[in-house]
Each structure stands twice: as structure tokens, then as C-alpha cells.
């Protein structure tokens, strides 16, 4: 079974910083690759589907890159509403594995 | 799109339950649906899949329900439905029901295993 990993686990940021998060997946995974924004209480929303396309409706602050093993999700400028837990997700082999998230909060 | 879960509680160890998911505003019929779960204070974990019976309406479960939990569907109601037996206080949590692309959630139901 492949495994995600993400780092950092948290972070603390400021607004209008640039915030990087890396996914990183255990064997190949090509671009099967999801980014989740959730916040507490809430469902998660899909940000960023095949680990660059960002979805509709998405800001264009959010953004992915990567393919393979190694995957990166940066926010440009972080904005107020952007603290929450970010989670990458495969679905390479069907199994749709999550990363244990990374927690943005207030600096 | 409206994804709404439905029949979570408290349930004991040992006992069953069934969850549904209603959809509405899409041709469920065409999507493939999951169930993930969020344990209290922990990350998201998917459970299980089901494609469309176009595709032969296969399943996939993840390690941890495998032989306990049951995925299935009704087209002619719209809903996906996830039988969960010989439960576990581990199997504590948010369950949440969406389209196996990730892009639509239900707001969960509540499922407590507890003495």
C-alpha cells in the first residue's frame, strides 16, 4: 500500500506570507494527487486535483506542483480565511490514502 | 449537488449499523462514491469505494473494515449505503460520504462506539 507523508505537521504563518507544504508518497504515483483545505466542523474542499489543477472557483493563490513520489502545495499569500488543515490524497492504486495533514494557524 | 448522511449514534461494541448518503443534483448513477471517516482530533482516513455499476460497481475497502464494513448502492434512489458491523470503539467518528474524485462532500453523520 503506498503511504503519504506531509511536512511540515504545522506551521505558523502570518498574513500575506508565502506558505509551502510538501506531500510526499511512498512508491510512484504520477499525478494522482489531491489537496484538501478543512476546517473545523467542516467537510473538506478539494483545492487542487491531478497535483496542479486547481479547481474551479479555487483562488489562484492556491497552487500545486510535482509528480512521482514528490509534491508541493504553496498559498502565495496567505490570507485570514486560509487557516485550517491542508491534506494531500492519492488515488493512484484506488486506496485513495490521505497525508496526516498540516495544521496553518496565526503566528 | 447535495450529499446529506444519515444514521449515525451511539452504537455498543460488537453491534452493527447502517449509514445512507441521498444524493441529489447529480447523475449518481455515473459517479463512483466513497465513505471516509475523522476520528475525533485526527486526520481524514478513506474507508471504502464503489464504482459505478457502468463499471461494473465494484468495491474497495481499506485495511482497517475490510471483512466488517459493506459498501453499496441504489441508483433508483440516489443513495450510496455503508453497513458497518462487529463495531469498535476505534471505529469512533465523523463519517463522511462523497463522489470518489474528492470534489463532493456531505457534512458527515456521527458514529460513537461506546459501552
Known amino acids: 500500500d503506498i503511504q503519504m507523508t506531509q511536512s511540515p505537521s504545522s506551521l505558523s504563518a502570518s498574513v500575506g506570507d508565502r506558505v509551502t507544504i510538501t506531500c510526499r508518497a511512498s512508491?510512484?504515483?504520477?499525478?494522482?494527487l489531491n489537496w484538501y483545505q478543512q476546517k473545523p466542523g467542516k467537510a473538506p474542499n478539494l483545492l487542487i486535483y491531478?497535483?496542479?489543477k486547481l479547481e474551479t472557483g479555487v483562488p489562484s493563490r492556491f497552487s500545486g506542483s510535482g509528480s512521482g513520489t514528490d509534491f508541493t502545495f504553496t498559498i502565495s499569500s496567505l490570507q485570514p480565511e486560509d487557516f485550517a488543515t491542508y491534506y494531500c490524497?492519492?488515488?493512484?492504486?484506488?486506496?485513495?490514502?490521505f497525508g496526516p495533514g498540516t495544521k496553518v494557524d496565526f503566528k | 449537488v447535495q450529499l446529506v448522511e444519515s444514521g449515525g449514534g451511539l452504537v455498543q461494541p460488537g453491534r452493527s449499523l447502517r449509514l445512507s448518503c441521498t444524493a441529489s443534483?447529480?447523475?449518481?448513477?455515473?459517479?463512483?462514491m466513497s465513505w471516509f471517516r475523522q476520528a475525533p482530533g485526527k486526520g481524514l482516513e478513506w474507508i471504502s469505494f464503489?464504482?459505478?455499476?457502468?463499471?461494473?460497481?465494484?468495491?474497495g475497502y481499506a485495511a482497517s473494515v475490510e471483512g466488517r464494513f459493506t459498501i453499496s448502492r441504489d441508483d433508483s434512489k440516489s443513495i450510496a449505503y455503508l453497513q458497518m458491523n462487529s463495531l469498535k470503539t476505534e471505529d469512533t467518528a465523523m463519517y463522511y460520504c462523497?463522489?470518489?474524485?474528492?470534489?463532493?462532500w456531505g457534512q458527515g453523520t456521527m458514529v460513537t462506539v461506546s459501552s
Open positions: 462523497g463522489d470518489s474524485s474528492g470534489f463532493y
Open positions: 443534483g447529480l447523475a449518481f448513477g455515473d459517479y463512483a
Open positions: 464503489i464504482r459505478s455499476n457502468n463499471y461494473g460497481g465494484t468495491t
Open positions: 512508491q510512484d504515483i504520477t499525478y494522482y
Open positions: 491531478h497535483a496542479s
Open positions: 490524497q492519492e488515488y493512484h492504486d484506488l486506496l485513495f490514502t
